[in-house]
């Protein structure tokens, strides 16, 4: 009887062994595919690239902004965070020249209206472009799960930071624009 297991227990093996080269050798060899999703935004990789319009119905592509630093805030009027930190935005839109440096509000619009967007822009003073993400694609593609997110993006497009809740301070969103300032050509 030891005998057959035994024979059982190197069989067991055996299997076990071909079935951890097979899944390797899968894994290994397998295309990367997203299964036709939009992979997660990631620090060091190329930003989703999209189109919004702004309350003035004129589009905005964010590809057309390469060679600048972009400063993305999603938000939406509801949430106290993104009403704490967009007095500090809306003054360092005021800093950095708009050849150097854009600066966008993205609205979570399929989570807030219109008239309380407008109210809250006129409440702030907001001279920086809000665009609305009427239908949530560009708050999905960016996999907002938090408001407010932000998402500092270099001159070549790639994204640097994220910063996931808030209220971001004037300082910290200086020293980060800063830092990618110095390395444009």
Do not use: H
Request: net charge negative; with cysteine; proline share 7%.
């Amino acid at each position: 009887m030891n005998s057959y297991r035994l024979k059982w227990n190197w069989i067991s093996a055996g299997i076990l062994l071909l079935s951890a080269i097979w899944i390797g050798l899968t894994a290994a060899f397998a295309p990367a595919t997203t299964g036709g999703a939009t992979p997660f935004p990631r620090v060091g990789f190329s930003a989703p690239d999209f189109e919004l319009s702004g309350l003035d119905g004129s589009a905005v592509k964010l590809s057309d902004f390469r060679g600048k630093v972009v400063f993305l805030n999603f938000w939406a009027s509801w949430c106290p965070p993104c009403r704490a930190e967009m007095p500090a935005i809306q003054k360092l839109s005021s800093v950095y020249p708009p050849e150097q440096v854009a600066i966008f509000g993205v609205n979570a619009t399929s989570q807030d209206n219109l008239d309380d967007v407008q109210a809250f822009i006129a409440e702030y003073g907001l001279t920086f472009p809000v665009l609305l993400d009427i239908d949530g694609s560009v708050n999905r593609t960016y996999q907002i799960q938090a408001l407010p997110t932000s998402f500092f993006i270099d001159a070549e497009g790639k994204i640097r930071k994220v910063v996931i809740g808030g209220p971001l301070t004037e300082a910290m969103m200086r020293a980060e624009i800063a830092q990618l300032v110095e390395e444009l050509p």
